[in-house]
């Protein structure tokens, strides 16, 4: 058998959708900072995506049998794990916990950039730098504090990022082996490195990277998109100590300008509700099968929409995490990644597929007859997926 692997995608924060709006703007400014920020991700997809023929990482698709674990594009070398409940500047010093790396690109295209900032070294007068760091630090702790995983791939990964990526660029992006972040338009979005729940988003995608691999079209592909708002907005719950009943379930809350008729880019709680503007138009997330979206698998209709019905799975954990209550990371989180990174789970898995696996793990995990297992359950069904 041949190399079956598929290439890493590179996924970024804002849908092609919503940038693709601004290209057809009044603003002869706007709609050509737009179009670069378009033809960078492309140029950048397609650079990814040459790497990844070489090697791969992930699940094979459910026709294709596994055959163990399979590396990624980054080496990762082995540090021993830091005492639970240490901090990172903590944990750094014992030996383990997070590494960090920011680097500046000083608005051009080639990565990484000049370094500006290592692991326990103190803030620098780059306010970006400074937000990236602690965003790596804040998406390191809540998988090591809530899952006991050490970094992206489990074995010390190190986290690199680099901020002021081109000019005007608008968006976030993992490319397979770091994180990229733009400083916005400054018109319409803000740096990218001031949410953290973005940056959170935007690392777990290589989390289910090295776990799931889940193929980054259709119905998969927009798993692999709420998974990732799943965990950001975990990164965001846990550092701000906050309940499943006191969270906002927004993704990017502040990321718009003033200018923007919008709060953020998704909501969890109310999909289709996140922003409403006469420039970047409506949400157009569905909460329910009945707004699902079929759209050619292409990248001109975003792989199949995956940016828009992952409302569907963003909303059934969402349900599910407040019918449980408490810390959402330890419920429906546990249960989501359990799923993510056990085995079984195909790559090209489907939203019955996710679903119906999501309610044996929490079975599995806290009890067919647990508060947990009838939560999940409930929350598939009120989305009308089982």
């Known amino acids: 058998m041949g190399n079956s692997h598929a290439p890493h995608p590179v996924c970024s924060i804002l849908p092609p959708y919503l940038v693709e709006r601004l290209t057809r703007h009044d603003d002869p400014a706007v709609a050509e900072a737009a179009q670069r920020t378009l033809r960078l991700d492309r140029e950048v997809r397609g650079r990814r995506e040459t790497r990844a023929a070489r090697v791969g990482s992930g699940r094979r698709a459910s026709s294709q049998p596994a055959t163990g674990a399979e590396q990624g594009i980054i080496p990762p070398y082995l540090r021993h794990a830091p005492a639970p409940g240490t901090q990172p500047a903590e944990a750094a010093t014992a030996g383990g916990g997070p590494k960090r790396q920011v680097d500046d690109a000083k608005h051009g295209t080639t990565l990484p950039g000049t370094p500006v900032r290592h692991e326990g070294e103190p803030p620098v007068a780059d306010a970006s730098a400074n937000e990236a760091y602690d965003g790596l630090g804040a998406t390191w702790q809540l998988y090591w504090t ?58 777990t995608h290589g989390v289910t990277q090295f776990t799931a691999g889940l193929t980054y079209v259709g119905q998969s592909g927009a798993l692999n998109e709420s998974v990732s708002d799943v965990f950001g907005s975990l990164v965001k719950q846990m550092s701000l100590g906050q309940t499943a009943e006191q969270a906002d379930w927004l993704i990017g809350q502040g990321l718009f300008t003033p200018q923007v008729k919008g709060v953020a880019l998704r909501s969890m709680k109310a ?7 006469p420039h970047l ?3 157009p997330q569905p909460a329910t099968m009945d707004g699902y979206v079929d759209l050619p698998h292409d990248d001109q209709h975003d792989n199949g929409g995956v940016h828009t019905n992952s409302g569907i799975a963003n909303h059934a954990f969402y349900l599910a995490a407040t019918a449980v209550g408490g810390h959402a990371w330890e419920g429906a989180g546990q249960v989501w ?3 993510l990174t056990g085995s079984g789970l195909p790559k090209d898995v489907d939203f019955h597929g996710f679903a119906t696996a999501t309610v044996e793990a929490a079975g599995k995990r806290f009890g067919a007859d647990s508060r947990e297992a009838a939560a999940v359950q409930d929350a598939w069904t009120q989305v009308k997926v089982l």
């Open 281 to 283: 138009g409506q949400d």
């Open 271 to 277: 999909p289709g509700t996140a922003y409403n503007d």
């Open 146 to 203: 809530a899952y006991q995983r050490d970094s992206l791939d489990g074995a010390g990964l190190p986290l690199v990022a680099s901020v002021h990526y081109d000019t005007g660029f608008d968006n976030a992006f993992w490319d397979g082996e770091q994180m990229v972040f733009g400083d916005g338009d400054g018109t319409w979005f803000r740096s990218f490195t001031d949410c953290i729940d973005v940056i959170g988003h935007e690392l």
């Open 337 to 339: 990644y359990d799923v």
